[in-house]
């Protein structure tokens, strides 16, 4: 009789081990904590912060993140100031611009993703033997004056004896989004494009990729993760769960092909081809892009004020200290 009793409740185990289970997974859900992470750009260049959305690092560490474009550092560094997102995902030199404008509760970096210039020189002519000296009269299409991209990218030539407001006909009038066509149009000589746009212009026959500026630059901290102070004093365990993520996904870059990679980051880049998506991911991955973890060091950071006060923009150089955290990344 006992046996019988337990055969036909059974079913009622099993259905109610099922609910229990689905509402475990349920409340689980409802227990990630929101982070809203505004980042400068959507680009390739930043494969491991894709990698970790994608292979569902954030929410093993109990976060739910919630993804925006800000489209340049200056709108990046004022959603996060302004309280409209968590943590940006910027140029650290944002950091340094805010804190030199007297923000009591300034923006401090906790972990950096790339290490390197993540733009390359196109020219409309095939060179196996490129020189930067060659650069010299031609008409190029450079960045913004004062953006992070065309502040190495001068870093550069004056490391090769040129003066890039003298020795090259530099245009910056061009908006970031339109530089590739303007040079697939005839503009210019040569144009500095990030990825998709310098491997597209290759592609469609128009430039050929001569140099990298990152590679010639060094080891530039060109994106890191920074919060508001106020933030980082009450979110310690949540940033450290953030950067535990960040640095899954620099392993896995660093571990697996080109291919792996850029499959698992397609669904973050649907309108481009797979095998572009693979090329551009191999380029980076050549020029020593991606950092193997995400600590922040002070020769980078001395680095970066150097770069700012060639070019100009430099008010006043700031501590390490003071706006740079390793807490998280040691």
Known sequence: ?????????????????????????????????????????????????????????????????????????????????????????????????????????????????????GNFVVSREKEDSFKWEDLKGKKVIGGRPGGMPEM??????????????????????????????????????????????????EEQGAGYVVASVGKESGYVPYTAYSVKKSYLETHKELLEAFTRAIEKGQEYVNTHTPAQIAKVIAPQFKDTDRKTLEKIVERYAEQDSYKENTKFEKESFTLIQDILEEAGELEKRVDYETLVTTEFSE
């Open 152 to 201: 190495v990218f001068e870093y550069v030539l004056k490391k090769h004896g040129m003066n890039p407001q003298k020795d090259i006909n530099l245009v910056q009038n061009i908006d970031f989004a339109n530089t590739s066509g303007a040079f697939v149009s005839g503009e210019a000589d040569y144009t500095v494009e990030f990825e998709p746009a310098a491997t597209l212009i």
């Open 1 to 117: 009789m006992r046996r019988y009793l337990i055969i036909l409740m059974m079913p009622c185990f099993v259905m109610l081990f099922g609910i229990c289970c689905l509402a475990g997974c349920e409340g689980s859900r409802h227990h990630l904590k929101k982070v809203r992470l505004n980042e400068v750009a959507h680009s390739i260049f930043y494969a491991p912060q894709y990698v970790a959305i994608e292979k569902g690092y954030f929410e093993k560490e109990g976060i739910k993140l919630e993804l925006t474009t800000g489209f340049g550092a200056d709108k990046t560094a004022t959603a996060v100031i302004s309280g409209d997102a968590d943590i940006a995902f910027m140029g650290p030199e944002a950091t340094i611009y805010q804190f030199n404008q007297g923000n009591a509760d300034y923006l401090i970096n906790f972990a950096q993703l790339t290490q390197r210039a």
